[in-house]
């Protein structure tokens, strides 16, 4: 039986700490938009900065690896079976037929996801940075000619980038665990290893997450 | 090489050794022991005398505190050209100066002004130099006594509550200097007739403050004199509830460079006043006051926050004049003055304000159809670069006023005649006395209206660790619920994105939900089949 390296240490570390980060970015950003209490404003705040700041530097990391490694590649949507994937988890799931998309290390998201993906890193991240930096800058605005701009419209636009990142995070979570058991798909971005059964091409459902 | 490093550290450790010994603790700077003059022994018999005897030497102080607001109890406003000063306007405690002068003018920095006709005593003798600069604590200006001090025993006694005994007027004179809290607050911190009844941050626990209520006047704390920071030049003293600097954009006050004002908190802790650059991101909309005076009336004595005047004259079933008090121990009720309410521990009202005061004069029309009528307003906004929210003790009550003319009336409360309302408790021959003793048009037929006043709160610093928290403001219904136009954190939020984000928030727990049911059923259903 033979284990395969799905996720290399570099990205299983990069998953996990943005995971962190989005999670406690998401917990304090929401007591700063005044949607309970918990921490107080001002904790909350230091620490939303504090964390936006953290995932700002793990981006830099990120991006400089995706450049180098070509893994950017990883994210280019394709049609390829992509209706298939929807059409699994739409019905195929209830009735147990085997997922259509088998990961490899050339290809470790399924067509749905690259789109997913695609769509988090380049919609709805940038307007959260934009929005978010923005927000964080506002006392510069005068000087930077951003004059014009308003305190409210930032803030409803990273509100709304909120909302649609904690969506993501509820489905991405759930979509988890639609392996062959509840943690299958968990376990190789812990592990970094697909279990070695499916690597060699038996017909048990490839693990979207 | 070391060496000589060595020896130019130790110059410079002992150089600041010995400019920080300049200062030593219980020694007077003054160049002067007025103790050692004979001109001040005394013994005098007016405080008149005495104010002859200072200007033996100091010649041009009479002068000089002559052209104050102090003295004049008039002020020009440079923006609006209002005529202000107590001299002309009506405020929502005792009304007005005009036919009450005897009381009112015993906070006259003079003697014997008694006609609000007439400008103050011309005579560089009328000045009085002591109440200022008494430092032994013993003098007091008689309560209704057109600022003269007690020369002969008196029934009447010091607010602060000492005996009503005649002023050794050559003691004090030998001990004369620097003003002190004591000095400034024997007027200010009793205005609108008691104890901490006006303002809500001046009363008599500024005195010994301890370091909580005034980190800068608690000899726990900096140990401020009023002066260290409401600096003077020639007697003209700096700082203005009529015309305030509501936002102080010169910073750490330089002398050559800037305005010779420390009457503003930027004047010593600069722009940037913080250690935390969010902090700091506030300092030009938000007055230092608003987050560093959690509450005012906090050393113990109580404010007055509503005076309704025109319960006044009720009497008790013996024909006497009434005084009532809560549960508190505060005055509620007095015949002579009305009902009203006390305060402790208030919190401020907050408002964009730019510092310009506008009044609503006694010859202005009010609007009595919309109460509260305000006795002075203010502009300024989030859109205005000079406004800034500030925190005000906001004075509530009703007045008297012409339901005619509409405008508001000098009251005729205080004297020993057979029209004052404090003797007589008769409301139409005071008002009428009143306003004949003013020249204002009366018609004769009165009412009582709301009012409302505006003090702008500076004073009882504390300490840093005591300010607000930032959710304070920071929060759905916090201190600033009450003011709009401008977003704010925390506070404010989008109705159709917060409809519209959480809706989909839902969705997507709801569908994963219900997909996970369905996967569970199917596959319990497929399992039963094999």
């Known amino acids: ?174 979509m988890a665990t639609m392996g062959r058991t509840m943690f299958s798909l968990l376990r190789p971005m812990i592990t970094g290893y697909e279990d070695g059964e499916r690597a060699d091409g038996a017909s048990a459902p490839a693990d979207p997450e | 090489m070391g060496i000589v490093l060595g020896l130019l550290l130790l110059g410079l450790v002992a150089r600041a050794v010995s400019v920080s010994a300049a200062v030593v603790e219980g020694e007077s700077p003054s160049t002067a022991d007025h103790g050692e003059f004979e001109v001040l022994d005394g013994p005098f018999d007016s405080a008149i005398d005495v104010t002859r005897a200072c200007l033996g030497c100091h010649s041009k102080a009479a002068d000089q505190v002559q052209r104050t607001i102090h003295w004049r109890w008039e002020f020009r406003h440079p923006e609006t050209g209002q005529r202000l000063g107590k001299r002309h306007v009506i405020n929502s405690f005792c009304g007005s100066v005009w036919s009450n002068e005897p009381r009112c003018t015993s906070c006259h920095v003079g003697y014997g002004w008694t006609d609000m006709h007439e400008p103050p005593p011309q005579a560089d003798d009328q000045v009085d130099c002591l109440v200022c600069h008494d430092t032994t604590g013993t003098y007091w200006k008689l309560p209704a006594g057109a600022g003269h001090p007690p020369y002969a025993e008196t029934r009447s006694s010091k607010s602060s509550g000492a005996p009503g005994a005649p002023v050794d007027l050559a003691h004090v004179a030998r001990n004369v200097g620097l003003s002190g809290r004591a000095n400034c607050g024997s007027c200010h911190f009793y205005g609108g007739g008691g104890d901490g009844v006006k303002h809500g941050d001046l009363d008599s626990s500024l005195v010994e403050p301890p370091r909580s209520l005034d980190v800068h006047m608690s000899a726990q704390g900096a140990d401020f004199r009023c002066a260290e920071c409401h ?168 007045q008297p006023y012409d339901t005619v003319n509409r405008t508001l009336l000098v009251n005729h409360v205080y004297g020993d005649d057979d029209t004052a309302l404090w003797t007589n408790f008769d409301w139409a021959r005071a008002l009428a006395a009143g306003t004949a003793f003013a020249d204002q048009p009366y018609s004769g037929e009165y009412g009582f209206v709301e009012t409302v006043m505006y003090w702008p709160i500076t004073h009882m610093v504390a300490p840093a660790s005591a300010a607000l928290d930032c959710g304070a403001c920071h929060a759905r219904d916090g201190r600033l619920a009450a003011l709009g136009g401008f977003y704010l954190p925390g506070r404010d939020r989008g109705a159709w994105v917060e409809r519209l984000g959480w809706g989909l928030v839902l969705l997507v727990l709801a569908a994963s939900g219900a997909h996970a049911g369905v996967r569970v059923w199917t596959r319990g259903r497929r399992g039963r089949q094999a």
């Open chain 1, 1 to 174: 039986m033979t284990r395969a390296m799905i996720y290399t240490r570099f990205e299983r570390f990069w998953h996990w700490s943005q995971a962190v980060l989005i999670l406690g970015l998401l917990f304090t950003g929401f007591e700063v938009h005044g949607s309970y209490g918990a921490l107080g404003f001002g904790t909350a705040a230091r620490l939303h900065t504090l964390a936006a700041w953290l995932l700002v530097a793990l981006w830099v990391f990120v991006i400089f690896w995706f450049a180098v490694t070509g893994e950017w590649r990883q994210f280019l949507p394709t049609t390829d079976r992509l209706g298939a994937v929807i059409r699994y988890y739409l019905v195929g799931t209830f009735t147990g037929e085997p997922h259509p998309f088998r990961r490899t290390t050339r290809a470790k998201h399924n067509p749905l996801q690259r789109l997913t993906y695609l769509v988090l890193k380049l919609a709805i991240t940038p307007l959260v940075w934009a929005s978010g930096l923005l927000y964080l800058f506002y006392n510069r605005w005068a000087h930077t000619g951003f004059a014009g701009l308003e305190l409210g419209t930032v803030a409803l636009v990273h509100t709304a980038a909120a909302f649609l990142m904690l969506a993501f995070v509820i489905a991405h979570v759930y």
């Open chain 2, 231 to 398: 600096t003077s030049w020639g007697h003209r003293v700096a700082g203005s509830r009529y015309a305030t600097n509501a936002r102080d954009t010169r910073g750490i006050d330089i002398p050559g460079r800037t305005d010779d004002s420390r009457a503003s908190c930027e004047s010593c802790h600069g722009l940037q006043p913080h250690g935390t650059a969010k902090l700091n991101d506030h300092v030009d909309r938000v007055a230092c006051q608003s987050c560093h005076i959690p509450e005012f009336a906090r050393g113990g004595v109580a404010t007055k926050m509503w005076w309704d005047w025109s319960t006044a004259g009720r009497l008790g079933d013996d024909d006497q004049p009434l005084t009532i008090r809560d549960a508190a121990g505060h005055l509620s009720y007095l015949s002579t003055k009305g009902s009203f309410r006390y305060a402790e521990d208030v919190v401020p009202a907050y408002f964009w304000f730019d510092g310009t005061m506008r009044y609503t004069l006694r010859d202005e029309p009010i609007d009595a159809d919309h109460p509260p009528v305000a006795i002075n307003r203010f502009s300024g906004g989030p859109d205005d670069a000079d406004a800034r929210i500030w925190p005000f003790k906001v004075m509530r009550g009703r």
